[in-house]
């Protein structure tokens, strides 16, 4: 394993410090795109209940409450879920038995009440996860009366393809339900009940895995089929990856390799190079591949893929290096292999963080609008935050006005403003987005953002990444001791060095 030079102390209280101290569940789901967009691994990085941060989470529910956000809908839900964690959690009187199940009703009714199946499936699956990571029985859950996991797991027949509606509407095809699977087997995974996948009249594993060649775009099959193929593996039914007569790993690198002749690469909201679509789905795939018990095989399939890996960053801008810098130093690690590819990681940790200075965080919303989040967790999870200092987080922080120089930053803003309230929550500095400023006129950031946006929210589409936001935020407060849950803790990555788990930093 690299070892990093030791640098100088932290001026944050991170709750890691280097690669060799990170949980399963964070190297299977280190960068925040699954966990905003999708709401899977919320809640990582433990620390102890901080009375303050509560108080700050409830604060801004009552602000969106104000806003008529919390109405209806999915910050419904989520209000009710981060009450409801907030309550099993604080000290002074912790939700349990009757109690724990009074508070329970209202959360699961807003579940059931979410339209949208597959907002219903996902809300689904925080709750179950929620439960597993705050180390409470299951029976609330499951029992005489009630089966959720089951309730859960059937809303995915409901979920048809090419539904979403963003700038690659239309191009999807079954990439949404295969994300609902991926997040649903993880969710029953995490209160012990992945076998119900495979034991019954339908192998929802085999399932799923005939979704891939239902996702037209190299892009989405390759992104989403990572997480996929990865939480297969985590719950061990890999022999389903590569048996049967066919290889799905090989078949979804096969189908990167066309990208080219198939000639459908995805739209983003700003303009990136040729090489991004690339990258980004064969970072996520090596990833996967790190997770199986046949790595060598598969990083030669077609070609050298850590070559293909490299020649592909290289090609990529230094802005688009700082949002996949940390997957490539990910998937390296997990495939036991950095020190091999990165003989100086100290200095690609400092050339990516370093990058903060030439960008504009509110330049636009999407690549220079999450940069700043990335840099931030690839030194927090490299040990390198002597490399993050207050004058980065102050442009940071003071960026999100800006967002108003076209209609689709506007509506999109929130997208951005999610991603820094997790990453600021994971350095102990979340307090930057409470506290009055002066580029807000003297309001805070938090209250001037949801200011901004539009009567109860109808206008941004990714309003719900804040709420996951504020989950994550207050299920973090569980305290290091639950750092892993069974089904994370009893993983063991083939072939790459053996994680030292610490009790918390």
């Not at 002074?92 to 009757?98: E, I, Q």
């Not at 050298?304 to 990529?316: F, P, T, V, W």
């Not at 030194?379 to 922080?397: E, F, N, P, S, Y």
Request: proline content about 7%.
């Amino acid at each position: 394993m690299t070892s990093l030079p030791s640098p100088s102390p932290s001026p944050f209280p991170v709750p890691v410090d280097g690669l060799r101290h990170l949980s399963n569940e964070t190297r299977m789901i280190a960068t925040p795109w699954s966990r905003m967009v999708r709401g899977i691994g919320l809640g990582q990085y433990p620390v102890a209940y901080d009375p303050a941060a509560a108080e700050r989470i409830r604060r801004t529910f009552a602000l969106l409450d104000a806003k008529g956000v919390t109405a209806s809908g999915y910050t419904r839900f989520s209000r009710l879920m981060a009450e409801f964690v907030l309550g099993v959690l604080d000290p002074a009187r912790p939700l349990r038995g009757s109690d724990l199940e009074e508070a329970l009703g209202p959360v699961l009714e807003a579940v059931r009440a979410q339209e949208n199946p597959y907002f219903r499936l996902m809300a689904g699956c925080i709750v179950m996860d929620s439960f597993a990571k705050l180390g409470l029985d299951r029976s609330p859950l499951l029992n005489a009366d009630t089966d959720f996991p089951a309730e859960i797991l059937a809303v995915a027949d409901a979920i048809e393809p090419d539904r979403i509606k963003d700038e690659n509407a239309g191009r999807h095809g079954q990439y949404e339900k295969l994300s609902a699977y991926s997040a649903v087997f993880l969710a029953l995974g995490q209160l012990g009940l992945g076998e119900r996948l495979v034991a019954g009249r339908r192998n929802y594993v085999r399932e799923a895995l005939g979704l891939l060649e239902q996702i037209p775009a190299p892009f989405f099959r390759g992104r989403g089929g990572a997480v996929l193929l990865s939480v297969i593996s985590l719950l061990g039914y890999g022999h389903f990856i590569s048996g049967e007569g066919r290889d799905h790993i090989k078949e979804v690198l096969d189908h990167l390799d066309r990208a080219d002749e198939l000639n459908s690469p995805p739209v983003f909201p700003q303009p990136m190079s040729e090489a991004f679509p690339q990258v980004y789905p064969l970072l996520t795939m090596l990833n996967a591949i790190a997770m199986t018990g046949r790595p060598e095989e598969y990083l030669t399939h077609g070609r050298d893929r850590l070559a293909q890996a490299k020649e592909l960053m290289g090609r990529i801008t230094s802005v688009e290096r700082t949002h996949m810098g940390l997957y490539h130093v990910m998937a390296l690690h997990n495939l036991g292999r950095l020190d091999e590819q990165v003989p100086d990681l100290d200095a690609l940790v400092e050339e990516i963080v370093g990058e903060w200075v030439h960008i504009d965080p509110g330049a636009n919303y999407f690549l220079n609008g999450i940069a700043y989040a990335y840099v931030i967790q690839t030194a927090m999870l490299t040990g390198r935050m002597d490399l993050i200092g207050d004058k980065a987080l102050d442009r940071l922080v003071d960026g999100f006005p800006d967002l108003n120089r076209t209609d689709d930053d506007r509506v999109n803003r929130p997208y951005p403003f999610a991603y820094t309230l997790n990453v600021l929550g994971e350095i102990g500095r979340a307090d930057l987005l409470f506290e009055p400023r002066e580029a807000y006129g003297g309001a805070s950031p938090m209250t001037w953002v949801i200011d901004q946006l539009s009567e109860g929210g109808r206008e941004e589409p990714r309003l719900y990444m804040l709420d996951h936001a504020l989950i994550s935020y207050a299920l973090r407060m569980r305290g290091p001791a639950l750092k892993e849950t069974p089904l994370s803790g009893r993983f063991r990555f083939p072939g790459a060095a053996v994680t030292t788990p610490v009790s918390g930093v």
